[in-house]
């Protein structure tokens, strides 16, 4: 097929004459560069760019070597073949040149938003800036508030310092009587279980020698009861004989009449506190009020924190987008140097498709006709 396309002799193209002068022996001179065949240099441009065609390797390959064999000759050594191969060369450039615009438009199309994109991000940061200040200024005030109420709080303190103490004593007590309470209690509770055996078997000798050891402290307790409460309690509740039961049941009522008794030394030392609390109303107050505003204080803290996080989510996403912004601008540059590649292309293409023997082009290699001239002639006269 390529044999079809190659140029018989007679229609090789026409190649530039340059004018010969004698010329005299001169000094060597440097080497000057071989000039550049113009038209040579616009097949190869054009085939470059054939090469980038979106084709399959056999189809690319005939396309690029008919081209090869096409583009340098002058329409006058044309046959309807080389027509074709011209015609398929001129589409696939224009199909290129299309596509090139095309993408040149979509990158276009995504950059046309930027300016209200950006105007977006920048009032979202300014937006989260100014609730960062707010935030910052509403912790000032929550601050200075708690440390205000602190200073009163103290100076309270101080005024009210023997009663404080006096609270403190009594609170104390009443702190005491509840511990001393629980106690009671819990051994109360443990008595009657092991009175109604409802303890577990493995665990009665344990809750026996509990009992014993609370009794053997307590003040007041009958210590005729006590010797005999270990072997009493360690029985089925079933094998216990009346005097048994009467000793246990004996035991429980002096530990009810130790709560009661305690019940109401709680009551009076509750009472102690609450009465020395009636003359500390100002200083109750100021706890409370100092315990407010250093709640209101954390909860200013927590909302600034929010704030700030908010305000570097908001600048960080004016960074990211200020980068894909850098990254779309420079596929446009690329799109634009496709596209502009692909149009030289075209124009070198449109140079070789018009060529003619019967134009003389200096811009693709062909020297001007020269123009005759007509020399000067003297006339002379009859006399």
């Known amino acids: 097929w390529s044999s079809r396309l190659s140029p018989s002799p007679s229609t090789m193209p026409r190649q530039a004459t340059v004018a010969t002068k004698k010329t005299t022996s001169k000094p060597m001179r440097k080497p000057v560069a071989k000039p550049v065949d113009p038209v040579a240099a616009s097949v190869k441009a054009v085939l470059a760019q054939l090469q980038k065609c979106t084709l399959h390797d056999s189809a690319l390959e005939i396309l ?53 994109e950006r105007a977006q991000l920048a009032a979202a940061v300014a937006a989260a800036q100014e609730a960062q200040a707010s935030a910052v200024e509403h912790l000032k005030a929550k601050a200075t508030e708690s440390a205000e109420c602190l200073g009163a709080l103290n100076v ?43 303890v577990e078997e493995k665990q009665v000798k344990k809750q026996v020698q509990r009992v014993h050891a609370f009794l053997k402290k307590a003040e007041g307790f009958d210590g005729s009861l006590l010797s005999a409460l270990p072997g009493v309690l360690q029985k089925p509740a079933g094998a216990m004989s009346q005097f048994e039961q009467a000793a246990a049941g004996a035991a429980v009522d002096w530990l009810r009449a130790r709560v009661a008794g305690l019940d109401e030394q709680l009551g009076a030392a509750r009472a102690a506190v609450a009465e020395v609390d009636a003359g500390l109303t100002v200083l109750v107050g100021l706890e409370k009020s100092h315990a407010d505003a250093v709640a209101a204080e954390e909860v200013a803290t927590q909302a600034l924190i929010s704030a700030t996080a908010a305000l570097e989510a908001a600048e960080e996403k004016v960074v990211e987008f200020d980068g894909a912004t850098e990254e779309r601008r420079s596929e446009r540059t690329a799109a634009e140097e496709v596209l502009e590649a692909v149009k030289a292309s075209i124009r070198e293409f449109e140079k070789l498709r018009v060529r003619s023997s019967k134009v003389q082009d200096v811009e693709m290699g062909d020297w001007k006709v020269a123009e005759p001239v007509l020399a000067g002639v003297d006339m002379v006269c009859d006399e």
Request: charged share 20%; proline share 2%; no cysteine.
């Open 156 to 198: 309270q303190r101080e005024a009210d310092a023997d009663a404080l103490v006096a609270r403190g004593e009594k609170q104390a007590e009443v702190e005491a009587v509840v511990k001393v309470r629980n106690s009671v209690v819990g051994t109360q509770t443990t008595l009657s279980e092991l009175m109604t055996g409802t």
């Open 64 to 116: 690029v070597t008919g081209a090869t064999l096409t583009l340098p000759l002058e329409q006058e050594n044309r046959t309807p073949m080389h027509d074709q191969v011209m015609a398929w060369v001129a589409q696939h450039l224009q199909d290129q040149e299309q596509q090139a615009a095309a993408g040149l438009t979509t990158v276009n199309q995504s950059l046309a938003t930027i300016d209200s």
